[in-house]
């Protein structure tokens, strides 16, 4: 497996210090390929199975971009289940202690509304949720996006089979049309192609061969 240190890459001396607190010394595959063209800010589209680092490949690019100073919310990350949400919040809360202070929220369906309402008028810097709930909630206008900067759409193949490919049109379309945008994916059937011409412009594309 090739690897490379992170140290390669254009981060702050917090970031890369809270990595290797983290024990995070050598990128996977998935970061190596992904991170340099995240980080200059293009759109990527990657393939890529479970297990492989991909929370990190679209995290790091878009936590040093966030600006903890500035209470609107900056990034977005949509997951097709509440779990995969809880697992990416909580590995995204480790790599922004490289970062400061930012809050990060999930919104997911199951939930009671009103906590999510209350925690919103708080502010979160990145919110990461299932599209259902997104949508209820932009559909409240109690989440506003006018300020992200990076959108994600994490296991974008499993949220297209859930049906959610309507729900995502519409929270990509109260996206700014300036942003960046990652889509990751364990497979590309024709659904991930025509949300890939949708959604990205002139997007990197990266695949990672399976490596167990
Ligand atoms: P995926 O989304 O591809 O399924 P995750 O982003 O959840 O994978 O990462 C899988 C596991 O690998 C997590 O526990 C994460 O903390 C760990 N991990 C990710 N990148 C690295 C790295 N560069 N070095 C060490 N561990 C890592
Ligand atoms: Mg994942």
Redesign the pocket.
């Known amino acids: 497996m090739s690897s490379e240190s ?1 140290h390669s890459l254009p981060l702050t001396p917090a970031f890369l210090a809270n ?1 290797d607190i ?7 595959p ?2 190596a390929q992904s991170l340099p063209s995240v980080l200059e800010g293009r759109d990527l589209i990657a393939q ?10 679209f ?1 790091i690019g878009m936590l040093s971009k966030i600006n903890p100073a500035w209470f609107a919310t900056q990034g977005l990350v949509m997951c097709p289940t509440r779990e995969l949400a809880d ?2 919040a909580n ?1 995204l809360r ?1 790599l922004a202690r490289g970062v400061g202070n930012v809050k990060i929220l999930v919104l997911t369906g199951g939930s009671p509304m009103r906590p999510q309402i209350a925690s919103l008028e708080h502010g979160a810097h990145i919110v990461v949720g299932t599209p259902g709930r997104i949508r209820d909630h932009l559909s409240r206008q109690t989440l506003e996006l006018g300020m992200v900067n990076t959108l994600v759409l ?1 296991e974008a193949d499993r949220m297209t089979d859930m049906g959610f490919y309507d729900e995502i049109a519409g929270i990509v379309s109260a996206c700014p049309k300036r942003r960046q945008t990652l889509l ?1 994916s364990a497979t590309y059937p024709d659904d991930i192609r025509v949300a890939t011409e949708a959604f990205l412009a002139d997007p990197v594309e990266v695949t990672v061969q399976a490596q167990h």
């Open positions: 992170f990595l983290l024990g995070y010394t050598q990128m996977t998935i970061q890529a199975k479970t297990g492989s680092g991909k929370t990190a490949a995290g697992q990416v590995e480790r994490d990751f």
